[in-house]
């Protein structure tokens, strides 16, 4: 090991050294978790500051990964890990945080919160944010495929899931796409002789029959963590059936380590070899678009919508992460960063919205009218989610879709397409719930969310502003 | 000539240990599982002291040849005694039996298994390990259920007789074709003979078969899975680990340093067995409900995997197969030292549904579970991901893509056998509570935790001169 206790190597370790703390932190009826709460929120607290001191450090305009760190791990076969970050990783960091945090203030109310569900969470977040500081092929396996033991456990205990033998299946099927990406990655290394990092993994020069086997490999992999079809299946049927919004956050993210997937090992343009394959990943992921819009349009379970909403997004993402331009990346980047923030916030809130409704077993006709502050705070996300010009997601947004014409008018028409039938799913569900035609004097109400909550989630609105003008603005950028 | 003798020393310690045992239950009246347990301990510590000081002197250099290799050997094999011992002494105090019979044999089998290893003559090999191999049916006969070993022992039996009659065919066909039993001087005879015939090679395959057939390689197996069933749980940790680790040991000696003229057509029958072992094995956990029956499959396709390393014949197949051994015998026994933990009104838990809702009961014990399963399974970040990542990373130098497929096939399938016990474990829900965990068992899971997140940040520490010391066997 060159050098231990670095900045990358913590942001890996505290949540690590939280996990540790949470499963000895006492809990019991007399702490009623505010104990394991309290730490895994200090983690995090932690962590964003350590991300912020490594921001400064860090050069937005400098191509590649920055800060880098190299840990000689085993001497046969030579493996040496490497970590580096950039303001993508970065950017992404902050938001699954950030987005954490909100979701741990979402579930605090509830009663079955254990410290198994914190440490799991903290396990989690420690191997998501190796992933996305990984420089190598292997590092980044490791953390690809380590991720889903927290996951599975996550899912299986906290996320109420009626049918448990979905979630084994859902393991299988994440576990035979790491399978595939470990495949890649032991033939790129041997063909190599030592690790590569990952920006020059489609720089490689590969016989035409190899190429098209590891990018095969590399593809189904990450594939295999988008809901695209055919692969859609576990995803969804996981993803409607959870109903704690930590665990349905967590779940989420797991699209976002496909994508970024993407995003690292073809950073400019994959080989051409592979490139002539394109065409049928741009089919099926627009069919899988719209297929998963229109699904989202006509369900009725505001958990499903918000999944499709999030799909379809995601398959944006890498759908802009495959076009040959660079420069596009920070625009993901940014539109990331509020996206995963507004869709934690709006889950949180949705998931509160559905624990009242059973409380008072009302419906959701008109839920949000006597409650001002949620009202206003959900409207305001709802209409920052679909577009409109409140946060990073749309400037940064209109700069992929713009560039995503350029590249095939046809294909831009028909994300355009997708992208607003999954906002017409998200504004007619804010349509039901601030619908006040059936509402009378004596309708049973849900209780607004307390003042500090709605603090909060002003201050937090605020920033996703402050992003819409200058979303660097916590370096000053 | 004095060197030659003391060089004894480790086996007469291990001889005195069992003679000892006897002479106790013979003289004194009173006697406790603890009694066998210290004499058994102290007597495979001193010769593993002994072996490691003497580790490169022979009594007799031509029958029985100590080298580091067999050393290293030794000393795993007995180290993993120790623990099995240590570990079988909570089960005959919980159940109040006498220990005797087990640490008799524990301690009359460690010697055989360790003269084997030093063995330079095929027939004194075969010799010890015979006579190991007749000893388990004192260990399938410890307290079982009378009907259910019964049939199981029959089997046993008929199936040593069935393989020593090959054992002695083969070592006939040897001999009637003039090649000695001596290790050298028939690898020197097998290097001379230019086009083997059948006979040759029927001689050959014959002694394999029936060294794979004590090691439980596929499609000998079958006797493995069903005595795993039916033993008593020290019995199953002894005949997980002890005999395995020597067999292989043994097998690589014999591969190398007598069969290794004849490599280009026992590659592929070795490379067959191990490939049906992984493939069976992986399927065979999955249609098991028996924890020791479930990971007696488990063994069965880890040693497949190692099989698949040593079927090359060269250096870096020993060491990858060394480092798969490694990580896998510390997962199993941390899965083994896990089941002394799980325990309800006084009874081992043996079925995977009676492990339901260990995990809030259990925490400690269940989150270890966990992790061994999942280092077994070869999953990052665990230690297991060492010998997976090992042997991919060796199959793709030797171009065996097919190979690699086949693995990662029969990884899966084993994931999915994994799962039902992971399931079973955290999310179902409690029936009835487990017994209190004794202190030593959580002290040896908590060296074993230790010993596998340690070796996965620096795999150094776990194969430090592995390689050099390992190769001292070619």
Same mark, same amino acid.
């Given at each position: 090991?060159?050098?231990?206790?670095?900045?990358?190597?913590? +942001?890996?370790?505290?949540?690590?050294?939280?996990?540790?703390?949470?499963?000895?932190?006492?809990?019991?009826?007399?702490?009623?978790?505010?104990?394991?709460?309290?730490?895994?929120?200090?983690?995090?607290?932690?962590?964003?500051?350590?991300?912020?001191?490594?921001?400064?450090?860090?050069?937005?305009?400098?191509?590649?990964?920055? $800060?880098?760190?190299?840990?000689?791990?085993?001497?046969?076969?030579?493996?040496?890990?490497? *970590?580096?970050?950039?303001? *993508?990783?970065? !950017?992404?960091?902050?938001?699954?945080?950030?987005?954490?945090?909100?979701?741990?203030?979402?579930?605090?109310?509830?009663?079955?919160?254990?410290?198994?569900?914190?440490?799991?969470?903290?396990?989690?977040?420690?191997?998501?944010?190796?992933?996305?500081?990984?420089?190598?092929?292997?590092?980044?396996?490791? *953390?690809?495929?380590?991720?889903?033991?927290?996951?599975?456990?996550?899912?299986?205990?906290?996320?109420?899931?009626?049918?448990?033998?979905?979630?084994?299946?859902?393991?299988?099927?994440?576990?035979?796409?790491?399978?595939?990406?470990?495949?890649?990655?032991?033939?790129?290394?041997?063909?190599?002789?030592?690790?590569?990092?990952?920006?020059?993994?489609?720089? @490689?020069?590969? %016989?035409?029959?190899?190429?098209?086997?590891?990018?095969?490999?590399?593809?189904?992999?990450?594939?295999?963590?988008?809901?695209?079809?055919?692969?859609?299946?576990?995803?969804?049927?996981?993803?409607?059936?959870?109903?704690?919004?930590?665990?349905?956050?967590?779940?989420?993210?797991?699209?976002?380590? #496909?994508?970024?997937?993407? =995003?690292?090992?073809?950073?400019?343009?994959?080989?051409?070899?592979?490139?002539?394959?394109?065409?049928?990943?741009?089919?099926?992921?627009?069919?899988?678009? @719209?297929?998963?819009?229109?699904?989202?349009?006509?369900?009725?379970?505001?958990?499903?919508?918000?999944?499709?909403?999030?799909?379809?997004?995601?398959?944006?993402?890498?759908?802009?992460?495959?076009?040959?331009?660079?420069?596009?990346?920070?625009?993901?980047?940014?539109?990331?960063?509020?996206?995963?923030?507004?869709?934690?916030?709006?889950?949180?809130?949705?998931?509160?919205?559905?624990?009242?409704?059973?409380?008072?077993?009302?419906?959701?006709?008109?839920?949000?009218?006597?409650?001002?502050?949620? %009202?206003?705070?959900?409207?305001?996300?709802?209409?920052?989610?679909?577009?409109?010009?409140?946060?990073?997601?749309?400037?940064?947004?209109?700069?992929?879709?713009?560039?995503?014409?350029?590249?095939?008018?046809?294909?831009?028409? +028909?994300?355009?397409?997708?992208?607003?039938?999954?906002?017409?799913?998200?504004?007619?569900?804010?349509?039901?719930?601030?619908?006040?035609?059936?509402?009378?004097?004596?309708?049973?109400?849900?209780?607004?969310?307390?003042?500090?909550?709605?603090?909060?989630?002003?201050?937090?609105?605020?920033?996703?502003?402050?992003?819409?003008?200058?979303?660097?603005?916590?370096?000053?950028? | 000539?004095?060197?030659?003798?003391?060089?004894?020393?480790?086996?007469?310690?291990?001889?005195?240990?069992?003679?000892?045992?006897?002479?106790?239950?013979?003289?004194?009246?009173?006697?406790?599982?603890?009694?066998?347990?210290?004499?058994?301990?102290?007597?495979?510590?001193?010769?593993?002291?002994?072996?490691?000081?003497?580790?490169?002197?022979?009594?007799?250099?031509?029958?029985?040849?100590?080298?580091?290799?067999?050393?290293?050997?030794?000393?795993?094999?007995?180290?993993?005694?120790?623990?099995?011992?240590?570990?079988?002494?909570?089960?005959?105090?919980?159940?109040?039996? %006498?220990?005797?019979?087990?640490?008799?044999?524990?301690?009359?089998?460690?010697? $055989?298994?360790?003269?084997?290893?030093?063995?330079?003559?095929?027939?004194?090999?075969?010799?010890?390990?015979?006579?190991?191999?007749?000893?388990?049916?004192?260990?399938?006969?410890?307290?079982?259920?009378?009907?259910?070993?019964?049939?199981?022992?029959?089997?046993?039996?008929?199936?040593?007789?069935?393989?020593?009659?090959?054992?002695?065919?083969?070592? /006939?066909?040897?001999?009637?074709?003039?090649?000695?039993?001596?290790?050298?001087?028939?690898?020197?005879?097998?290097?001379?003979?230019?086009?083997?015939?059948?006979?040759?090679?029927?001689?050959?395959?014959?002694?394999?078969?029936?060294?794979?057939?004590?090691?439980?390689?596929?499609?000998?197996?079958?006797?493995?899975?069903?005595?795993?069933?039916?033993?008593?749980?020290?019995?199953?940790?002894?005949?997980?680990?002890?005999?395995?680790?020597?067999?292989?040991?043994?097998?690589?000696?014999? @591969?190398?340093?007598?069969?290794?003229?004849?490599?280009?057509?026992?590659?592929?029958?070795?490379?067959?067995?191990?490939?049906?072992?992984?493939?069976?094995?992986?399927?065979?956990?999955?249609?098991?409900?028996?924890?020791?029956?479930?990971?007696?499959?488990?063994?069965?396709?880890?040693? #497949?995997?190692?099989?698949?390393?040593?079927?090359?014949?060269?250096?870096?197949?020993?060491?990858?197969?060394?480092?798969?051994?490694?990580?896998? =015998?510390?997962? !199993?026994?941390?899965?083994?030292?896990?089941?002394?933990?799980?325990?309800?009104?006084?009874?081992?838990?043996?079925?995977?549904?009676?492990?339901?809702?260990?995990?809030?009961?259990?925490?400690?014990?269940?989150?270890?579970?966990?992790?061994?399963?999942?280092?077994?399974?070869?999953?990052?970040?665990?230690?297991?991901?060492?010998?997976?990542?090992?042997?991919?990373?060796?199959?793709?130098?030797?171009?065996?893509?097919?190979?690699?497929?086949?693995?990662?096939?029969?990884?899966?399938?084993?994931?999915?056998?994994?799962?039902?016990?992971?399931?079973?474990?955290?999310?179902?829900?409690?029936?009835?509570? *487990?017994?209190?965990?004794?202190?030593?068992? /959580?002290?040896?899971?908590?060296?074993?935790?230790? $010993?596998?997140?340690?070796?996965?940040?620096?795999?150094?520490?776990?194969?430090?001169?592995?390689?050099? @010391?390992?190769?001292?066997?070619?």
């Amino acid at each position: 090991m060159n050098t231990i206790l670095t900045p990358l190597s913590v +942001l890996i370790a505290v949540p690590l050294i939280g996990f540790l703390f949470t499963l000895l932190a006492k809990d019991d009826d007399t702490t009623a978790g505010r104990n394991v709460f309290s730490v895994a929120i200090l983690t995090l607290v932690s962590n964003l500051f350590l991300l912020w001191r490594i921001a400064l450090n860090l050069e937005p305009d400098q191509r590649g990964l920055q $800060l880098l760190e190299t840990y000689n791990w085993l001497s046969y076969p030579k493996i040496d890990l490497v *970590f580096g970050i950039d303001m *993508f990783s970065l !950017l992404l960091i902050a938001a699954i945080h950030i987005s954490l945090i909100i979701s741990l203030a979402g579930i605090r109310r509830r009663d079955h919160t254990k410290k198994s569900l914190y440490a799991l969470c903290l396990l989690f977040l420690a191997m998501v944010n190796g992933l996305l500081i990984s420089a190598d092929i292997y590092s980044f396996y490791i *953390f690809f495929e380590a991720m889903l033991l927290p996951l599975f456990l996550l899912i299986g205990i906290f996320g109420d899931i009626k049918r448990q033998v979905i979630v084994s299946r859902f393991f299988i099927y994440n576990f035979l796409g790491a399978v595939f990406l470990f495949i890649a990655t032991a033939v790129l290394y041997n063909h190599e002789g030592h690790s590569i990092s990952l920006s020059a993994v489609s720089r @490689l020069d590969l %016989s035409p029959k190899l190429e098209l086997c590891v990018w095969g490999a590399i593809f189904v992999s990450f594939l295999s963590r988008i809901p695209i079809w055919p692969f859609h299946y576990w995803i969804s049927s996981i993803n409607s059936a959870v109903r704690s919004p930590l665990v349905f956050n967590i779940v989420n993210l797991i699209p976002l380590t #496909g994508v970024y997937g993407f =995003i690292r090992y073809c950073p400019e343009a994959a080989p051409d070899n592979v490139s002539y394959y394109f065409y049928i990943l741009e089919i099926i992921a627009i069919i899988s678009m @719209l297929f998963i819009a229109l699904i989202g349009l006509i369900n009725k379970d505001v958990q499903y919508k918000i999944f499709s909403f999030m799909t379809i997004y995601y398959i944006m993402y890498m759908l802009g992460a495959l076009l040959p331009i660079d420069k596009i990346l920070i625009n993901i980047g940014f539109s990331l960063f509020a996206f995963i923030i507004i869709t934690a916030t709006l889950e949180m809130l949705t998931a509160y919205l559905e624990d009242e409704q059973d409380d008072k077993s009302i419906g959701a006709h008109g839920i949000l009218c006597r409650v001002p502050k949620l %009202s206003f705070v959900y409207s305001f996300l709802v209409l920052a989610a679909v577009g409109m010009p409140v946060s990073s997601l749309f400037l940064n947004n209109f700069v992929i879709l713009s560039h995503l014409f350029g590249y095939n008018i046809r294909l831009g028409i +028909l994300i355009m397409f997708a992208l607003l039938l999954v906002a017409g799913t998200l504004i007619q569900e804010l349509y039901i719930f601030k619908d006040n035609s059936k509402i009378t004097e004596d309708t049973v109400c849900i209780m607004d969310i307390s003042t500090k909550m709605f603090g909060w989630l002003v201050f937090l609105l605020g920033a996703l502003m402050i992003t819409f003008i200058n979303p660097l603005w916590f370096i000053g950028g | 000539m004095k060197t030659y003798y003391i060089s004894l020393l480790p086996e007469i310690s291990l001889f005195l240990g069992s003679l000892v045992m006897i002479l106790t239950n013979h003289f004194r009246s009173t006697t406790t599982p603890k009694t066998y347990f210290t004499i058994a301990k102290v007597s495979i510590f001193l010769s593993l002291v002994l072996s490691v000081i003497f580790y490169n002197q022979s009594f007799w250099p031509e029958y029985f040849k100590n080298t580091p290799y067999t050393t290293a050997s030794k000393v795993l094999m007995e180290i993993l005694a120790l623990v099995s011992c240590y570990l079988g002494c909570k089960w005959f105090l919980t159940k109040n039996r %006498s220990s005797l019979s087990f640490y008799l044999s524990v301690t009359i089998s460690v010697l $055989l298994l360790s003269l084997g290893i030093s063995a330079q003559n095929l027939l004194v090999m075969l010799g010890c390990l015979d006579i190991a191999f007749l000893l388990n049916i004192v260990f399938i006969k410890l307290y079982p259920d009378a009907e259910e070993v019964s049939p199981i022992m029959h089997r046993y039996i008929m199936g040593f007789f069935i393989m020593n009659i090959f054992c002695i065919m083969g070592l /006939y066909l040897m001999h009637a074709h003039g090649i000695a039993y001596d290790f050298a001087a028939a690898k020197k005879a097998y290097a001379q003979i230019t086009n083997p015939s059948f006979k040759e090679y029927l001689s050959v395959v014959l002694i394999i078969i029936t060294l794979f057939y004590m090691l439980g390689i596929a499609p000998f197996h079958f006797w493995f899975a069903n005595v795993q069933a039916v033993s008593i749980l020290p019995v199953s940790m002894f005949l997980s680990f002890i005999p395995p680790v020597a067999y292989l040991s043994i097998l690589i000696n014999v @591969l190398y340093n007598v069969f290794y003229p004849l490599f280009g057509t026992l590659h592929l029958f070795i490379i067959g067995c191990a490939v049906l072992s992984v493939i069976l094995g992986a399927v065979g956990a999955n249609s098991e409900n028996n924890l020791k029956k479930l990971f007696a499959y488990v063994s069965l396709y880890n040693l #497949g995997a190692v099989l698949l390393c040593l079927a090359d014949f060269n250096a870096k197949g020993i060491f990858t197969g060394f480092v798969c051994l490694i990580v896998y =015998i510390l997962a !199993l026994l941390g899965i083994y030292t896990v089941l002394y933990a799980f325990k309800r009104k006084g009874d081992y838990v043996a079925e995977i549904g009676n492990l339901s809702g260990s995990s809030t009961v259990l925490p400690y014990a269940s989150a270890s579970f966990l992790i061994f399963l999942v280092s077994l399974l070869g999953t990052p970040p665990m230690l297991g991901f060492l010998g997976k990542l090992s042997i991919i990373n060796y199959l793709i130098v030797q171009g065996s893509y097919a190979f690699i497929g086949i693995i990662l096939m029969a990884t899966l399938l084993l994931a999915y056998a994994f799962l039902k016990i992971i399931k079973t474990i955290y999310f179902d829900k409690n029936e009835s509570g *487990f017994d209190r965990v004794d202190k030593g068992v /959580y002290i040896c899971l908590t060296i074993n935790l230790f $010993l596998v997140l340690m070796s996965i940040l620096n795999p150094s520490y776990l194969l430090h001169d592995a390689e050099p @010391l390992l190769t001292t066997v070619l």
